[in-house]
């Protein structure tokens, strides 16, 4: 019989790649969905209709909705994936953040329990590398202490060791996967790796003038997310629970990243200044369109103080040794060249089809 996966936070980046990944393995997926009078199901909207592929009503932060879900579908594997996901935003809305992210955990937890499926339910819980923050040590792997620095690391470590004791208490197989930040082309569009894209994307067809991000100087390992959630089904196929690094091992600046994807889309950037006053200023351009608004010597980027976040993470890199050793996986099966190409390649096919139905709706008379 098919193996049966249930997937919180189904409808997000992980989320959509995960369900293709389990169908291609012949599982039968079921994701939760929140109810919402605005489409958010564009990532798993070509997986709907099809047979073994299954949408569920419910929330993380109703424990009566997860306790009937799970009784209902009577899942083999949980993945965990839901949660208020963005670091800037928890500290405008900290108790949501802390609602979802730390007693959302706890309630996925309580709800194998409630239905006796403790002992045949595998659950993976999505860390996050934020849980180092301040960091300690680099690079960062399962045994370096942690430092949470913001509201969604500090919720998310609830989560990391609420999982740990219900595996020493329960004897539950129940693992987290602490990934580092893993990117792709159905990235949200107001994280920074995707803001970069998109708007070098606009900029190059006429559509933007400039970007404005904070830290330039803010240190990421990005890997791709599709490869990402391999890693999160093999933890799962370990012969025992144990938390897992998931990340590259190799290490970037934001200012590398918006360098890249400028170069992808046909801009060649030099950068001046330091700070605050640092900029991005076009030191060639490889494109020839009529509309385009830039020069070369114009500043396309700028830093902008609001963005910086009131305790900000700088410097993170992940060992991903362990996941190498005891899983095989591959972190470099996609790399941080190839990674921001595909995202531009997207984006600029993205931002050319948009800008084209909207100027055919205007000259039809459609929208005004």
């Known amino acids: ?23 291609g393995k012949g599982y039968e997926v079921h994701g939760i969905i929140r109810r919402s009078s605005v489409d958010y199901r564009e990532r798993i909207a070509h997986l709907e209709g099809t047979p073994h592929f299954h949408l569920h009503y419910a ?14 579908v009577q899942p083999d594997e949980i993945y965990n ?12 809305a900290p108790e949501f953040t802390a609602d979802v992210d730390a007693v959302g955990v706890l309630r996925i937890l309580e709800a194998v329990r409630t239905n006796h499926l403790e002992k045949t339910c595998k659950i993976y819980q ?13 690079p960062q792997s399962e045994t370096t202490p942690f430092h949470p620095y913001s509201p969604y690391a500090v919720a998310k470590l609830y989560g990391y060791w609420i999982i740990k004791e219900y595996r020493e208490a329960y004897d539950m197989f129940c693992c987290s996967g602490i990934l580092f930040n893993h990117e792709s082309e159905r ?37 791709y997310a599709k490869d990402y959630v391999e890693c999160m089904w093999l933890i799962l196929q370990h012969p025992t629970p144990e938390d897992f690094v998931i990340a590259t091992g190799v290490q970037h600046t934001v200012r590398e990243f918006a360098t890249l994807a ?18 991005g200023i076009v030191e060639e351009l490889r494109i020839k369109n009529e509309k385009l608004k830039i020069k070369e010597g114009d500043v396309v980027v700028r830093v902008s103080p609001d963005f910086y976040r009131p305790t900000d993470v700088v410097n ?27 995202m531009v390649k997207h984006d600029m096919q993205k931002v050319t089809r948009e800008h084209f139905n909207a100027a055919e709706y205007l000259e039809k008379g459609i929208v005004k």
């Not at 970007?211 to 803010?218: E, I, K």
């Open 126 to 138: 999505a860390s996050t590398s934020e849980l180092y923050g301040k960091v300690e040590e680099v």
């Open 187 to 223: 990235r949200g569009e107001t994280f920074v790796t995707r803001k970069i894209t998109l708007a070098a994307a606009r900029i190059a067809q006429g559509l933007q003038e400039c970007l404005y991000l904070g830290n330039l100087d803010s240190l990421r390992d990005w890997g």
């Open 81 to 92: 994936l839901a949660a208020q996901s963005h670091v800037q935003v928890s500290f405008d």
């Open 316 to 342: 993170l890199l992940g060992d991903p040794s362990k996941a190498k050793r005891e899983l095989g996986w591959n972190p470099q099966s996609t790399s941080f060249e190839e990674l921001v190409e595909l």
């Open 59 to 72: 929330d993380m932060s109703d424990s009566m909705s997860l306790v009937k879900l799970v009784g209902k």
């Open 262 to 279: 400028f170069h992808h889309a046909g801009i060649e950037l030099r950068w001046e200044g330091k700070g605050v006053d640092e900029k």
């Open 1 to 23: 019989m098919a193996k049966i996966a249930l997937i919180t936070g189904v409808t997000g980046q992980d989320g959509s790649y995960l369900s293709e990944f389990l169908l």
